[in-house]
């Protein structure tokens, strides 16, 4: 059974930092591109970051030169670090793992931002 578990969200003021985490299993981890998207109420879901199985990342643009993706390959983790945290970046976060027509998503963590 293929889960993706989502953790490190919570409540952080402007400009403070999150580190999220993503822990896959039931998927063959390095075949597959791994990504964070993020809805906030009212909007879109969107693609924040992604970094594909060979290490090529890519950032929607609020996000470049504050937000930074990885991953472990040991472990089967992608991480989201999040600096210098704004009130817009407030909005559900959600893991996503894909390769060609599969495509898999985590449950969401809430990610507050608010002084």
């Known amino acids: 059974q293929v889960q993706l578990v989502e953790s490190g969200g919570g409540l952080v003021q402007p400009g403070g930092s999150l580190r999220l985490s993503c822990a896959a299993s039931g998927i063959i981890f390095s075949m597959y591109t791994m990504g964070w998207y993020r809805q906030a109420p009212g909007k879109q879901r969107e693609l924040v970051a992604a970094i594909t199985s060979g290490g090529t990342t890519n950032y929607v643009g609020s996000a470049q030169g504050r937000f930074t993706i990885s991953r472990d390959s040991a472990k089967n983790t992608v991480y989201l670090q999040m600096n210098s945290l704004k009130p817009e970046d407030t909005a559900v976060y959600y893991c996503?793992?894909?390769?060609?027509?599969?495509?898999?998503w985590g449950q969401g963590t809430q990610v507050t931002v608010s002084s």
């Open positions: 996503n793992a894909k390769r060609q027509w599969n495509a898999y």
